[in-house]
C-alpha cells in the first residue's frame, strides 16, 4: 500500500471510487496507543487499489488505535501492528471484515 498521506478528519468519501483508503489514526491518544506502528505495518504491505492515509483525529479516542476502511465504513479499534497483515488478507484481499476486532460502538457482535 502506498500514497501516504496527512488527511482531513472527516470519514467521508467518494463512493463513486473503486479504490479503498484505510485511515489510521495518528491522533494524540491514538500514537500514544501505537498508532505510528500500526500505520508503519499498513505501509510495509502492498494491495493494489488501497490507499493508506494517517489520519486526524476519528472522534474514538480511548479506543485506539483506530482505523477506518473507506468506503465500506468498517472500524478496527485497538489495533496492533502484528495484527494489520490479518486485516490485510481477511478485509482488504479476502473482502470479510475480522470480526473479533470491529468497534462494538458502530458493529454489532452479534
Not at 490479518?86 to 470479510?96: I, K, N, T
Request: hydrophobic share 35%; proline share 5%.
Amino acid at each position: 500500500m502506498s500514497n501516504i498521506s496527512q488527511s482531513s478528519n472527516s470519514p467521508q468519501t467518494d463512493t463513486n471510487s473503486a479504490a479503498r483508503c484505510v485511515r489510521v489514526c495518528q491522533n494524540r491518544t491514538c500514537k500514544k496507543q501505537g498508532a505510528a506502528e500500526v500505520l508503519a505495518a499498513f505501509t510495509a504491505l502492498s494491495v493494489p487499489d488501497v490507499t493508506v492515509t494517517a489520519s486526524g483525529c476519528l472522534g474514538q479516542c480511548g479506543n485506539g488505535p483506530m482505523v477506518l476502511v473507506l468506503p465500506d465504513l468498517v472500524w478496527y479499534c485497538d489495533v496492533r501492528p502484528n495484527e494489520v497483515p490479518l486485516v490485510v488478507e481477511q478485509h482488504l484481499l479476502g473482502g470479510q471484515s475480522v470480526k473479533r476486532m470491529l468497534y462494538h460502538r458502530f458493529h454489532t457482535q452479534g
